[in-house]
Structures are given as C-alpha cells and as structure tokens.
C-alpha cells in the first residue's frame, strides 16, 4: 500500500494531490513582479507525530438582506465536490426576528447544502422585538429570556419539521458592538446565565450549542462557561469573529474538548466605493486572506466561516465591484483549497525552513490513512528555489494543485490546476502563491 502527499501553494495555492493529471508549464502573474530568488539549504520538516487539532471544515454566510438567498446552482458550486465545484462543508444562517414568515425563505438553501453534506450554523442577530427591553430590532437587551429560549427551541423545530435541520445553534451574533442594524447586546454574566440556565434544554432539541460570536472573540465572554463544569457541559463550541482581535489559540478550549469555530470574517479595503484602487492592491488582500487561514489552522481553530458567500469581495462574485455574478473568484478557490485537503484531517507539526523569508507560512495535515497534505502560503516576492520537503516517510509519489491570483476581481490565472510532481529535486514556489503538496508512502 502507498501514502498520498497533497501540496497546495498560493499567489497562487499550490498543492500536492495523490496522482492526478495536469499542467507541468510554469506559473506566472499578471503585470511584473520584482522578485529575487532564494535557495532553502534546510528542508521545510513535517512530523506527524505531533499532532493538534482535526479540522471540522469551511464554508461561509448565507446572503440575506440587501441580497437574495444563495440559489441551488450556487450552492452547488459552494459545497459540491465534482469538476469546478469547490467542497466546502459548512454554511451560516441567519435566524430572523420575524418568525416564520421569514424562515420559510432559508428552507430551501439549507436543504440544498444538507444534501450535499453541510453542517448547518444558525445565528440570530436580534431576539424578536417583545422579547426585548427596548422594543426595537437595534440594539437593547434581553428581557424576556423564558421566551428567547422558546423561540430559538421553535425555530430548530421549524427547520427540522421542514427537512432542513440545523446542526449548531449560537444563541447570539456579536453580543458587545454598538451598531445600528439588527443587534442585541449581552454581557458575559447574561451569557453564562442563559447558558446555565436553557443551553441543556435547547440541546436536546438536537443540535450543538454555541456562545458567544464576539466580535474580536474575546474570551471574557467565553471563559465563565468553560470554568463552570455544570454549564460547561451545556456548550459544544465557543465562537467568534476577528475583527480588530481575537486571532490568539485558546488554551483553556482546547483543556475543555470544545470546538474552536472562527464564524465570521471579511477583507474588502482593496476596494473604495466598490471601485478596485488597483491590482496590487487585490493581490495583497488575497494573499492576506490566504496567511489568515493558514494562520487560524496553526493557531487551533477547528472551523473557519468567511462573511457573504457571494459579494464582490468573497468566494462567488455578485456583479459589483468588476466582479461576474456566481463566477468564482481566486479566494474562492483559495478556501477550497483549504477545504478540499485539510477538512476531516488532524494538523501535524510543519517546520519552516531555517531562514525562510518573512511572507512564507505553512500548514500540515494527515488523514485516517496516514496521507499528507501541505498547504504553504507565499506572500512574498521571492521565489522560493527547490524548497525539499522533509516526510516520515519515502513518498511514492506527489501532486501538486496550484491556483494563480489574476489582478481583477473576474480573473483568476490558474484555477486548482493539477500536475504530479517529484520530490527528489526540490519544489519551486512562486511569489505571491500559495502551494500545497501530497504525498503517498510506500506501504508493505
């Protein structure tokens, strides 16, 4: 029997995959690059037998308000796993205020995703108005938190009672900002308290609970509930957002079993007014995206939850910002990367070489079988020359995916082009890429 090695690189992403067919021609980006070349005496080192985290998966939010729900041939595209289709498993929804009337508009996309194997995350940003001290879908707090509980209990019911189930529910979206769209504000004793009180009952409807969605996931707001055995066992997976904060490991977590889910992220300054301020701009963003999921893996995080799924800035464009409706962008097929060789695997320890260049990260996995996939990021300008890469084992043979950032929205060079590769000499890695790798072992 033989182990498979997956390699993945972005600028580009660039992996290596069990042996599929491809181009072997070199890549290269749009406009001119300043690069100069660097030569790796030292192997990038993968061990894996340290392992960390297994990795649940990616995915992003549904649209809602100012946009239309995700059609069926999106979805499609999202979560599927044939040709052009990207894998990603797991999708956010909103839970309206307004009952079913509203809920009825979500049946259909979540049944979409299920049957093609996501996990369901369901997230209200505001109770209903009478349940609330101000009367008002902004801002106030929780009053009425024996109705709350009933009406969160009412909407899984709903869901699964229409063949749309939800698999996590988080009782709150960012309990800490100040804004002036649908909020609702908590401090973390309401949190443990409501946790406490209702987070058994609202679990045996069912699904996993979740607390809190902070918006720079502080863990004020999360470490009361894992310090308390009782209310601890009431909670299956702490979440939140980085926005300004919050991209740290969290020990006390990881001490408690509970998953580690980022939900909710976004970058989009590479545009003012929906107007792109220039290619170099994108290209920096995009690779930003790419360290950022890199460095949420290597930091503990089992899940990772992009905002919109389809806006001009994310996975599938919308039509504004020099975007094409439903066509996939670069990071796009940048979390799919993720999403296609790390989900459903345990990260192991990957060593960078020794004097690698600042812009240069790393991540490995290994699945059930003992098959490695690596994704590097190459934010950089240097071109990295016959990186070796160090295995526990002889691979018998490596796959290389690559997917090349064009410099507009609507253009992505190479898109999860695969081509097998041999270890022996070294691999090269592209500027402003982001690789990854496969290998197989030799099994007796």
């Known amino acids: ?20 067919g491809g181009s072997n021609e070199k890549i290269t980006v749009s406009g001119e690059i300043s690069s100069v070349e660097v030569h790796s005496a030292t192997p990038l080192i993968i061990d894996t037998d340290t ?70 995350l369901a997230t209200p ?15 106030g707090e929780l009053a009425d938190t024996d109705g709350y509980a009933a009406y969160l209990k009412s909407f899984v019911r ?23 769209y649908e909020s609702c504000q908590w401090s973390p004793a309401q949190i443990y308290d409501f ?36 209310v601890a066992a009431n909670v299956d997976c702490i979440g939140g957002h980085i926005y300004g904060g919050g991209l740290v490991s969290y020990d006390l977590l990881a001490q408690k079993g509970k998953e580690y889910w980022m939900t909710e992220h976004y970058l989009n300054k590479a545009w003012k007014d929906k107007v792109l301020t220039g290619p170099e701009a994108l290209r ?36 504004d910002g020099g975007s094409v409706r439903s066509e996939v962008t670069t990071r796009g097929y940048f979390l799919s990367h993720f999403a296609k060789y790390a989900t459903g695997r345990i990260r192991v320890k990957a060593t960078l070489p020794e004097g690698a260049p600042s812009g240069i990260s790393a991540t490995a996995y290994k699945n059930a ?16 020359q016959g990186l070796k890469i160090a295995l526990p084992f002889k691979a018998a043979k490596a796959v290389k995916v690559v997917t090349t950032s064009g410099t507009t929205p609507a253009e992505t060079v190479k898109k999860m082009a695969q081509s097998k590769v041999k270890l022996a000499g070294g691999v090269d890695v592209d500027a402003y890429s982001e690789i990854g790798r496969a290998s197989c072992r030799e099994r007796v």
């Not at 995009?286 to 995080?301: P, V």
Request: proline fraction near 3%; charge should be neutral; glycine fraction near 8%.
């Open 1 to 20: 029997m033989r182990k498979t090695i997956y390699l993945t690189y972005l600028l580009s992403v660039f992996s290596l995959l069990p042996s599929y």
């Open 51 to 120: 392992e960390y985290q297994k990795v649940i998966g990616f995915g992003g939010m549904n649209t809602k308000w100012q946009a239309s729900t995700l059609s069926d041939n999106e979805i499609t595209t999202l979560y599927g796993n044939g040709e052009g289709q990207l894998g990603y498993n797991v999708l956010r929804v909103r839970i309206s205020p307004n009952g079913e009337r509203d809920w009825k508009q979500i049946v259909g996309t979540v049944r979409k995703a299920k049957s093609l194997g996501a996990t369901i």
């Open 195 to 230: 946790v406490k009180k209702y987070g058994a009952k609202l679990r045996a409807t069912g699904v996993k609970l979740m607390a809190s969605e902070h918006s720079k996931f502080n863990h004020d707001f999360t470490d009361p509930l894992l310090q308390d055995e009782q």
């Open 369 to 384: 079988e003992g098959d490695i996939s690596v994704i590097l990021v190459n934010s950089s300008a240097n071109v990295i």
């Open 125 to 139: 940003w505001t109770p209903p108005v009478g349940l609330k001290n101000n009367h008002s879908i902004v801002q």
């Open 158 to 180: 709903y869901m699964q009672n229409n063949g749309a189930d939800i698999d996590v529910l988080s009782i709150q979206n960012e309990p800490d900002i100040d804004v002036k």
């Open 284 to 319: 920096t963003e995009n690779m930003a995206f790419a360290e950022e999921l890199n460095n949420c893996m290597n930091l503990g995080f089992n899940v990772y939850i992009w905002w919109y799924l389809r806006r001009f800035y994310s996975m599938l464009g919308d039509g």
